[in-house]
């Protein structure tokens, strides 16, 4: 009823009454976290597993490589011998961040920018040159089988890595799903629905934000009035938290600490990975449309790679030797992956139709034999 027709008198509300109804009922807090500035010099202690060289020199590596996995696909897709690719560069220390905190036994769902993390979790090279290549061959990886492939639909994987979770749960498994999606996903009900069920269920996921400040064109001001894209874990009762993206260290050591609470049976966990995509949204995309080259020139000073580098060479735990070693071996690994995604065969016309359904439709049936038949099979 409208108050206006109310005809109960409302009881008096005493001082006495006023007092014991709460003003506040919630606050919250997003803790940010970062172990190296841009320039690589150590703000605070450095977590424990940021003290042995062997394990900086590994997250090193692994960013070159994805750095380097990324040019060359790039140099493919602008020579005609790849499709459409989304480059990481800039970006790298998320994925990297993230794959090399988890477990064999967890299971990864990337988004499109991820592939530094495949790599690490042993996608091989020539396998993402097919996927990009547009050969689902690429998505039937040879290790880690139950990784789900690249999700280009944005962030529609969300609501799967609740599923695998609660799989986790009902089988008991120590093992965690880990979600990684962009700022632009934030938005969608997709992932508001996988974090309020994530959190209902106390389910072992764990969802990173892959921050790059843009979706396509749109920056993240105009994506939410929100301070933070951590906080959106708060109404779904999930603790969230920022950290510097562009600092491989912090972002491993807040994605360990999310997976083990996690694995303990602690329940989610959110992390926004504050970064910056430096290159076109797609090759798709000329990005000097709509932000300005200034912009994106400060940007390179914050950049993971030579943030790391900077450390180690000033640490006495990297020289030119290493580094002209390292950049020989990765350029090797990615071109000779090239050239084996080059020499591949393309698949014939009935992969187009084989794998999507268990039984084939009948007018796909129709389809697939003329198919076959304009191919000469
Ligand atoms: C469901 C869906 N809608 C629209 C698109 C087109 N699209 C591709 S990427 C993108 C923006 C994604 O932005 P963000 O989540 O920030 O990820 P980023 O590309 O920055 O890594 C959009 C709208 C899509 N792939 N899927
Ligand atoms: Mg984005």
């Known amino acids: 009823m409208p108050p206006s027709e109310t005809t109960e008198e409302l009881p008096e509300i005493t001082e006495a009454r006023r007092a014991a109804i709460p003003t506040a009922v919630a606050r919250f807090e997003i803790r940010y976290s970062r172990f190296l500035d841009p320039k690589g010099n150590a703000v605070r202690p450095l977590p424990g597993f940021a003290h042995d060289r062997g394990q900086l ?117 120590k093992r965690v799903a880990v979600c990684v999606f962009g700022d632009g996903a934030t938005s969608k009900g997709d992932v508001a629905e996988a974090l309020n069920v994530a959190g209902v269920w106390q389910l072992p996921v764990v969802f990173v934000i892959n921050n790059n400040r843009w979706a396509i064109s749109l920056p993240v001001v105009q994506q939410t009035a929100a301070e933070t894209l951590a906080q959106k874990a708060i109404a779904a009762g999930i603790e969230g938290e920022q950290v510097d993206g562009n600092d491989v260290i912090a972002v491993h050591e807040a994605v360990e600490r999310a997976l083990a609470k996690a694995r303990a049976g602690g329940g989610p966990h959110l992390i926004e990975a504050l970064t910056y995509r430096l290159g076109d949204h797609t090759t798709a995309d000329d990005a000097s449309r709509y932000r300005n080259g200034p912009e994106v020139s400060a940007r390179w000073a914050e950049e993971p790679i030579a943030r790391l580098r900077n450390y180690l060479v000033a640490g006495g735990m990297w020289g030119k030797a290493d580094e002209e070693r390292l950049l020989s071996e990765v350029t090797l690994t990615i071109e000779r992956a090239a050239e084996i995604y080059l020499a591949t065969p393309p698949q014939g016309p009935k992969a187009m139709f084989d794998f999507t359904y268990e039984r084939l439709p009948k007018d796909l049936v129709e389809q697939r034999q003329a198919a076959l038949d304009l191919a000469g099979q």
Do not use: N
């Open 57 to 173: 020199v590994a997250l090193y590596r692994a960013m070159v490589l994805a750095r380097r996995f990324d040019a060359k696909a790039v140099a493919l897709q602008r020579t005609g011998r790849l499709g459409t690719f989304a480059s990481a560069l800039g970006q790298e220390a998320v994925p990297i961040g993230v794959a090399s905190a988890m477990q064999a036994e967890d299971v990864l769902l990337p988004s499109f920018r991820e592939h530094g993390a495949q790599l690490w979790r042993g996608v091989s090279p020539l396998e993402l040159f097919l996927f990009w290549g547009g050969d689902e061959r690429g998505s039937d990886f040879a290790e880690t089988r139950e990784d789900f492939p690249v999700c280009v639909p944005v962030g529609t994987h969300a609501p799967h890595a609740v599923g695998v979770a609660l799989a986790f749960k009902l089988r008991r498994e």
